[in-house]
């Protein structure tokens, strides 16, 4: 089974390359999403947050508060750089789960969807890894139209991320996305078919 992380700034479709990968039978992991559950729902995560952090940042029915984690992480190195080493080590955990849990099933690949694929260290557990990238300008229209915001407010959004180029050079494939949504999709299945096994696929 092929480990496949999905990666690059906002508005420029991984959405779609992922559908397409879906069609390849890959199941999709929205690492993102994934992370949100387990401040929920994960004890073991959440058991190890209140031991570096402390009983403050939960609330009386033992909810995680994250404002108050993020008061207390933001403009402080060293606890921040504590949170992510936390949070990114039951992550792992968990993927590895999946991981092996979609090859038990017989999936072919696994598609890890995460804008920090290469900053969290989940880059290295994957076999392949994809940028997908866009032309500034072409994100921004598509983030509004999408999300409903005002150009400004767009224009923070993409200022505040990583640049194409900086996706581009870290990941070993790259699909750039300037033309239609069924452009991408011909070059996302072009690649994907030399990707996963056609015997499994």
């Known amino acids: 089974m092929i480990v496949i992380g999905i990666t690059g700034p906002t508005g420029a479709g991984k959405t779609t390359v992922l559908n397409v990968l879906e069609e390849?039978?890959?199941?999709?992991?929205?690492c993102d999403?994934?992370?949100h559950n387990m401040l929920e729902t994960d004890e073991s995560m959440l058991g190890e947050l209140k031991i570096r952090f402390g009983e403050d940042v939960f609330g009386a029915d033992g909810t995680l508060r994250r404002k108050a984690l993020g008061d207390?992480?933001?403009?402080?190195p060293n606890a921040l750089a504590?949170?992510?080493?936390?949070?990114?080590?039951?992550?792992?955990?968990k993927l590895d789960g999946l991981i092996e849990r979609a090859e038990r099933e017989g999936r072919p690949a696994i598609a890890l969807d995460a804008i920090a694929l290469i900053e969290s260290g989940l880059g290295e557990r994957c076999d392949v890894t994809v940028a997908v990238?866009?032309?500034?300008?072409?994100?921004?229209r598509r983030i509004m139209a999408r999300e409903g915001i005002s150009e400004e407010y767009a224009r923070k959004r993409l200022?505040?991320?990583?640049?194409?180029?900086?996706?581009?050079?870290?990941c070993g494939h790259?699909?750039?996305?300037?033309?239609?949504?069924?452009?991408?999709?011909?070059?996302?299945r072009a690649l994907f078919s030399t990707i996963i096994p056609k015997e499994e696929s």
């Open 24 to 30: 390849f039978g890959a199941e999709i992991v929205d």
């Open 82 to 93: 504590d949170l992510n080493a936390i949070t990114h080590r039951h992550i792992l955990r």
């Open 159 to 170: 200022a505040a991320q990583k640049p194409s180029v900086w996706f581009e050079e870290r």
């Open 133 to 140: 990238t866009a032309d500034d300008e072409l994100r921004l």
């Open 174 to 188: 790259a699909l750039r996305n300037d033309g239609s949504r069924a452009e991408l999709e011909g070059k996302a």
């Open 33 to 35: 999403a994934l992370y």
């Open 72 to 76: 207390i992480v933001f403009g402080h």
